[in-house]
Antibody, heavy 123, light 108 residues
Framework: EVQLLESGGGLVQPGGSLRLSCAASAFTFSSYAMSWVRQAPGRGLEWVSA????????YYADSVKGRFTISRDNSKNTLYLQMNSLRAEDTALYYC????????????????WGQGTMVTVSS | EIVLTQSPGTLSLSPGERATLSCRASQSVSSSYLAWYQQKPGQAPRLLIYGASSRATGIPDRFSGSGSGTDFTLSISRLEPEDFAVYFC?????????FGGGTKVEIK
């Protein structure tokens, strides 16, 4: 079964850092672009960042540009999100998501989502 | 940057009724790259429709999508008890990717 499993969330003080991981299984990980999408408690979905299958192309939402870094290790079938200079408004459930098609660079619908990892930024 | 506006915010219907959800974009969505997702409490979103009108794998045919340009619609022909949830639209035709604010379909 195709699966994504996020980890690394937790409670962090404003200005702190966290590294999220997303372990993928049962599909050819390197063939698919991946994204991080977050959802603040009781709110809607917000796209955060995307990375191509090879890892050479990355995109960020303006709200996280310069603070977050997306990367992947295709040998380990794992996606990462390094989050620095965290703010209260970054508090959310962070999902990793797989794109639908292998033929896209980064932009596509998301057919597989993990269950999410919660990040809470508070003093 | 494309902004997606979903309406209504909440739709109160009974099982067996038809649901019609709207998603309006601030600019034309390239190549009808518009998706719809269903989200239930405590669960991750589930892809229903991509390319504005193509059903994702395993999605019942009571779900249908239509539209192009700036106006898109998700229709649920006859609501089943498991269809009461929040629905989000997403455009992926241009960067940044964007989601609508969601429509909650609740039991009347």
């Amino acid at each position: 079964e195709v699966q994504l499993l996020e980890s690394g969330g937790g409670l962090v003080q404003p200005g702190g850092s966290l590294r999220l991981s997303c372990a993928a299984s049962a599909f050819t990980f390197s063939s698919y672009a991946m994204s991080w999408v977050r959802q603040a408690p009781g709110r809607g979905l917000e796209w955060v960042s995307a990375i191509s299958g090879s890892g050479t192309i990355t995109y960020y939402a303006d709200s996280v540009k310069g603070r977050f870094t997306i990367s992947r290790d295709n040998s380990k079938n794992t996606l990462y999100l390094q989050m620095n200079s965290l703010r209260a408004e970054d508090t959310a459930l962070y999902y990793c998501a797989k794109v639908l098609r292998t033929t896209v660079t980064t932009r596509d619908a998301f057919d597989i989502w993990g269950q999410g990892t919660m990040v809470t930024v508070s003093s | 940057e494309i902004v997606l506006t979903q309406s209504p915010g909440t739709l109160s219907l009974s099982p067996g009724e038809r649901a019609t959800l709207s998603c309006r974009a601030s600019q034309s969505v390239s190549s009808s790259y518009l998706a719809w997702y269903q989200q239930k409490p405590g669960q991750a979103p589930r892809l229903l429709i991509y390319g504005a009108s193509s059903r994702a794998t395993g999605i019942p045919d009571r779900f249908s999508g239509s539209g192009s340009g700036t106006d898109f619609t998700l229709s649920i022909s006859r609501l089943e008890p498991e269809d009461f949830a929040v629905y989000f639209c997403q455009q992926y035709g241009s960067s940044p990717l964007a989601f609508g604010g969601g429509t909650k379909v609740e039991i009347k």
